[in-house]
């Protein structure tokens, strides 16, 4: 076979694997804050026992990056491409380690009422999940408006962000009973917030990889 | 030159630009917090400036394994040693971009009398630092027994972020006129703590390079 096509073959392989743990990670983000706001405790540990296999996930693909660099010997842009690969399988698991620190809050708050539905942080958390969706898409299909709309769309987050943290600030303030719970609540928005940036430095990554060009 | 005597040469080389870049993010840390506790803002402009560094010295060090690996196809240990400085990169840069998040709150706190004197913070950040400088250190060296004593430490931050945490809390309860400062603080010590994850995770790369097993 030409050592192309082998190249070709092996790089299909390596986007099916990234496209699989992908998904892992998108229902780890699904369950930990479907966990987080019906408090359901086993699912929160569902979650964080997830993420062994995110981490397993994670191991294979490095491995699988470097025997392709190793003996395919790849030039400029292929090369670029999976130096791409092995930087997004790192904040990929970065991702899922923070659905298990939001699931360890989850545990924590297990027993307390909550001092008000939570509707900004699912909404939140949706958004980011889409962003991670849409960076791993943009990696396979090498589509850079894509990235770009990714990176665009994170100050959404970061305004989600400040949004909740002020209303929690708010509620703090005027009530000094809760605020050890808003202060959890404060952690979990800054790991969706870091969710966020771990899906910009994919997509900065997928538009380096195209272009050559760091943004 | 014998293909051994060249790849050594290769690698002592990556090791000192990797000891560059640290002794950069170790300066970083230094001034962020310096800055930090006497409220200096052009200190903190500083910090934010240099992040342009680390990230071309991430680059600049990650070409070099890139071509490292596709130029000397080494097998086994050899690419476990490469692998691990790619991984050690990412981490040193995120801790990075945690200064520049930390002086960014220096700035935004820098009109405001802070509700008491910074100690647990400097102090924390200290053990912080010292993680950071013994990882590379032990990377170097291939010392694990250094390697395990930095992944050890990290109980310590934790504790340092969960004293912190609790005496900003209490703050909080008794004077709602302080809740928006420490709930920066928050966040600081927040990015303080996730430093000291980096510093573990690789600490945990290194054990990994030498021994092939994960922790």
Chains 1, 2 share one sequence.
């Not at 990176?151 to 987050?157: E, F, L």
């Amino acid at each position: 076979m030409p050592a192309r096509f082998v190249f070709e073959q092996k790089l299909q392989q390596l986007h099916q694997d990234l496209i699989k743990m992908e998904a892992v990670v998108e229902r780890s983000l699904d369950d930990a804050i479907k966990a987080l706001k019906k408090q359901d405790v086993e699912l929160a540990k569902e979650v964080i026992k997830r993420d062994d296999e995110i981490d397993r996930m994670e191991l294979v693909l490095e491995k699988e990056c470097l025997l392709l660099i190793v003996r395919q010997q790849p030039m400029a842009a292929d090369l670029r491409d999976i130096a791409a690969v092995l930087k997004i399988i790192t904040d990929l698991e970065r991702i899922g380690d923070h659905c298990t620190d939001i699931s360890e809050y989850t545990i924590r708050l297990a027993n307390e009422k909550y001092v008000k539905p939570l509707v900004h942080i699912p909404e939140m958390a949706e958004e980011v999940k889409k962003m991670i969706k849409d960076t791993i898409d943009s990696c396979v299909n090498k589509d850079i408006e894509l990235a770009k709309d990714v990176c665009a769309r994170d100050d959404r987050i970061d305004n989600y962000f400040d949004t909740i943290v002020e209303e929690l600030t708010t509620i703090m303030a005027s009530n000094p009973d809760v605020v050890k719970q808003c202060t959890d609540f404060l952690f979990i928005v800054k790991y969706l917030e870091r969710m966020g940036d771990h899906a910009t430095n994919i997509a900065e990554w997928i538009i380096f990889t195209v272009t050559g060009e760091h943004i």
